[in-house]
């Protein structure tokens, strides 16, 4: 029994186990936490698992220790003990006794996939007026609307439900990448749901001006006039592209009297509510506000945070809760953006079989942040601000002990510096909910175990330190707490 460790091989083990025991666990937890994962020993009856991810070793034990004891201990008869690790190795595909990817996905009974992260969505006009041009993707019942948006989307469901009802012409209004597109199309699939005899167009501000612009090129726009004003329903999004088209607003104008006269539902998008639309007639302004307006609004933490766990459901991947976290926290402005850094940070971490880490995540909103700089004004403000609600606590405790920011955030350790370093982590995981390893990526990419170092060296400190306690409480006014 002495050397057990030379005897087993590792690696066969491991797959003996899971073939076993994959029926029992999350699908999402294989392809993330379990992916990564191996025997690191098995000695004297004490069997220790590692895991890669950070979360991995609590998780297993709480969650399937249970279950999953029974299965080993029927291959290692004299089983006594299971202990969990976490192991960051094990992210490295060459670690030597971890399963190699095909192997661990055969053993659980899938092939490998190709990247089943779908690309940013465009929506696809079919070279004509169809209903079919709605992108099957965006749905009322996979629109989060959170406490935000239940207005936008309850007007939605009612439009739905009774097309040219008392909400016509719905307009809805708001920033970009906050879901108009997404609400707009869904109610046009609502529609056809309920009544699949109903002819629905959806279509863009641009792509009507682009006919239009086509028809009398060719001379008869009498067809493109019949086909538009032929409609149940007709879905205009961006109508702030109508601005100073004259041509085309005006064409506009009588597809809408045309279609509102008769009874059919008219939905409109726009960056801005009517009365703020610049270049329009004032006249086509007023009828844009006849029905209902409501405006999309931006997210709040708690809705962005389910908007991404059901984006992760959507393409079968299980992150890191707090990796999760750190991108509802950092990215805003835009639903879309964030899930674009989403879905970067998963693409990128399945080249290497790997999961997104905070780490990458927060390489991909750098280099967004980056890339931004140039195309939108909107996006950098908004980081801006962002980063001030870290930035605010550096900056306040710098100040407070007469430090420069630099001096706070980086290597020093001479105790004047690292006490108020100290004090800074601790604030930022107090007030701002940061996980430890998002405080270390503030702090120059240090090591997560350093800061809850920190943080819990100030908590230990504070009951008996009555300077201390004090620094922190008039640090925590001057943030407004
Ligand atoms: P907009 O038209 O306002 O610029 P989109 O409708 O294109 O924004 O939304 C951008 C992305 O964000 C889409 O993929 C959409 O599905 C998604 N999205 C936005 N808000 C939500 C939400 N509340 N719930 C689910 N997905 C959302
Ligand atoms: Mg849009």
């Given amino acids: 029994m002495a050397n057990e460790l030379i005897q087993i091989d590792k690696k066969a083990i491991w797959e003996q186990i899971l073939s076993k ?57 004299d089983l006594n003990e299971i202990q969990y690790e976490m192991k960051s190795s094990l992210v490295d595909a ?26 940013k969505q465009e929506v696809v006009l079919e070279g004509g007026m169809r209903s079919k041009i709605l992108n099957k993707r965006y749905t009322l019942q996979n629109f989060i609307p959170g406490s935000e948006n239940r207005l ?3 007007a939605c469901m009612a439009v739905g439900a009774k097309p040219a009802g008392i909400y016509n012409p719905l307009y809805v209004y708001g920033g970009v990448g906050l879901g108009k597109t997404h609400l707009l199309q869904a109610t046009g699939h609502e529609i056809l749901k309920n009544f699949p005899e109903k002819r629905v167009v959806y279509m863009t501000a641009e792509h009507f001006i682009n006919k239009i612009v086509e028809a009398i090129g060719k001379k008869h726009t009498k067809p493109f006039k019949d086909e538009y004003r032929n409609l149940d329903c007709l879905i205009v999004d961006d109508i702030q592209f109508f601005a100073n088209k004259a041509t085309s607003e005006q064409e506009f104008f009588h597809t809408f009297n045309d279609l509102y006269d008769n009874g059919k539902q008219i939905i409109l998008s726009a960056d801005r509510p009517p009365r703020e639309l610049e270049g329009f007639d004032d006249r086509l302004k007023s009828r844009f506000g006849m029905g209902m307006l409501i405006e999309v609004s931006k997210p709040s933490f708690e809705t962005r945070l389910a908007i991404l766990k059901a984006k992760c459901a959507e393409y079968q991947v299980m992150i890191d809760p707090e990796v999760v976290e750190f991108i509802a926290f950092n990215v805003t402005h835009s639903v879309r953006e964030m899930i674009g ?6 693409g990128e971490a399945q080249l290497e079989n790997a999961t997104p880490t905070i780490r990458t995540v927060a390489q991909v909103i750098r280099k967004l942040c980056r890339d931004q700089e140039v195309g939108s004004i909107d996006f ?22 007469g430090l420069t ?4 955030i980086g290597a020093d350790r001479k105790k004047e510096i690292m006490m108020p370093r100290q004090i800074s982590m601790y604030l930022i995981r107090e007030i701002l909910n940061q996980s430890y390893e998002a405080i270390g990526e503030t702090f120059g990419g240090r090591n997560h175990t ?18 201390l306690s004090r620094d922190i409480n008039a640090l925590k006014k001057e943030l407004g707490f």
């Fill in 21 to 77: 025991a994959h029926p029992l666990i999350d699908r999402g937890h294989l392809l993330t936490i379990f992916v990564n994962s191996a025997i690191l020993s098995y000695q004297e009856g004490v069997l220790v698992i590692g895991f890669a991810s950070i979360i991995g070793p609590d998780y297993v034990k709480e969650k399937y220790h249970h279950k999953i004891f029974p299965i080993i201990k029927e291959i290692l008869l």
């Fill in 341 to 346: 850094v989403l879905v970067t940070a998963i």
């Fill in 94 to 119: 060459e670690y030597p006794d971890k399963l190699s990817i095909d192997v661990f996905m055969n053993v659980i009974g899938t092939q490998r996939k190709q990247r089943k992260v779908p690309n």
């Fill in 380 to 401: 950098k403000e908004e980081q801006k601000r962002v980063a001030r609600s870290l930035d605010d606590v550096i900056d306040i405790v710098a100040r407070y002990f």
């Fill in 152 to 154: 936008v989307h309850a």
């Fill in 450 to 467: 350093t800061v809850m170092h920190a943080c819990n060296k100030v908590i230990s400190q504070i009951k008996d330190d009555q300077n």
């Fill in 405 to 408: 920011k630099s001096e706070l």
